[in-house]
């Protein structure tokens, strides 16, 4: 099975267990993230808006290290599979926790009032909850489900395959230090995606008959119609039969490249981009 093809599929939780583990060497199944988190002890359930005030707090407070869905993307623990978790009802466990902190884990005590304590209870029971639920068991791509990769051979496939538009010394300087994980690979494989940075749109420039030339952010394209926003704002529209254009579409390169790598390519390359620190 193509990777490419199952990226798309991680947001939607329908991802198979085994996917991410058909790499050299790798024992499907082997991967945290295709187990079945702990059963919650004492099922609980909280206010949408009180879920959802403790997203924004976990995010600024504990999203560095947890992620901003609590499944450990920035390499600490997964809440969502943590037996802590399991057995808390209503901030008993988390509560003291949080505001002692670990220190043998290397985890600050934080200071939260009690409001916003309890917003954050809610949202880690509730993104516990939902790891419960989903199809298959399967949430997320555990980061060690994508260390198959040869860095070395991953240098060489991107000297020959990407320096064309980027550079390891200069927009991927650090990449790997900004992005982690998943969403390191869909920044790699699409960085358009909710992985991914700022991309600038595409970009079009039309040539009328008269030898006019009007550039602009490309607004709409078909068959028979070419659009753009001028600098002005202003939208242009021109029947594609008239005039001749040209689109610069930073990511045409990303999509091509799709349908090129082999599952050992994307690994490699994947290697290859988290050893640019």
């Keep these: 099975m193509r990777i490419v093809?199952?990226?798309?599929?991680?947001?939607?939780?329908?991802?198979?267990?085994?996917?991410?583990?058909?790499?050299?060497?790798?024992?499907?199944?082997?991967?945290?993230?295709?187990?079945?988190?702990?059963?919650?002890?004492?099922?609980?359930?909280?206010?949408?808006?009180?879920?959802?005030?403790?997203?924004?707090?976990f995010a600024a407070r504990?999203?560095?290290?947890?992620?901003?869905?609590?499944?450990?993307?920035?390499?600490?623990?997964?809440?969502?599979?943590?037996?802590?978790?399991?057995?808390?009802?209503?901030?008993d466990k988390i509560g003291p926790l949080v505001r002692t902190g670990r220190s043998d884990k290397g985890m600050p005590p934080i200071a939260v009032s009690d409001e916003d304590l309890a917003a954050i209870v809610a949202f880690v029971h509730d993104r516990h909850t939902a790891a419960e639920t989903l199809l298959g068991g399967r949430r997320s791509v555990?980061?060690?489900?994508?260390?198959?990769?040869?860095?070395?051979?991953?240098?060489?496939?991107?000297d020959a395959a990407c320096t064309r538009c980027h550079s390891a010394t200069g927009d991927l300087s650090g990449i790997s230090s900004r992005l982690q994980g998943l969403a390191l690979l869909q920044r790699m494989?699409?960085?358009?995606?909710?992985?991914?940075?700022?991309?600038?749109?595409?970009?079009?420039?039309?040539?009328?008959?008269?030898?006019?030339?009007?550039?602009?952010?490309?607004?709409?394209?078909?068959?028979?119609t070419i659009a753009l926003t001028d600098s002005a704002g202003s939208y242009r529209s021109w029947p594609t039969r008239r005039v001749t254009?040209?689109?610069?579409?930073?990511?045409?390169?990303?999509?091509?490249?799709?349908?090129?790598?082999?599952?050992?390519?994307?690994h490699d390359v994947f290697a290859y981009l988290q050893s640019l620190k």
């Design 62 to 91: 504990c999203g560095s290290c947890h992620g901003p869905e609590a499944t450990g993307e920035a390499g600490d623990t997964d809440l969502t599979r943590s037996t802590l978790v399991s057995q808390d009802v209503r901030g």
């Design 189 to 224: 494989l699409y960085p358009g995606s909710g992985g991914g940075g700022a991309v600038k749109p595409p970009t079009v420039t039309v040539t009328a008959p008269n030898g006019q030339t009007v550039t602009g952010t490309l607004a709409y394209r078909d068959e028979f």
């Design 142 to 158: 555990d980061v060690a489900d994508l260390q198959t990769g040869n860095a070395d051979a991953g240098r060489k496939y991107f």
């Design 5 to 57: 093809a199952s990226i798309l599929l991680v947001a939607s939780t329908l991802v198979p267990a085994d996917l991410f583990a058909q790499g050299r060497g790798r024992t499907a199944g082997a991967s945290p993230a295709s187990q079945r988190p702990p059963q919650t002890v004492t099922p609980q359930t909280y206010p949408a808006d009180q879920v959802a005030t403790g997203r924004r707090l």
């Design 245 to 266: 254009f040209k689109v610069d579409d930073k990511l045409s390169a990303h999509v091509e490249q799709l349908a090129k790598y082999t599952d050992d390519d994307m």
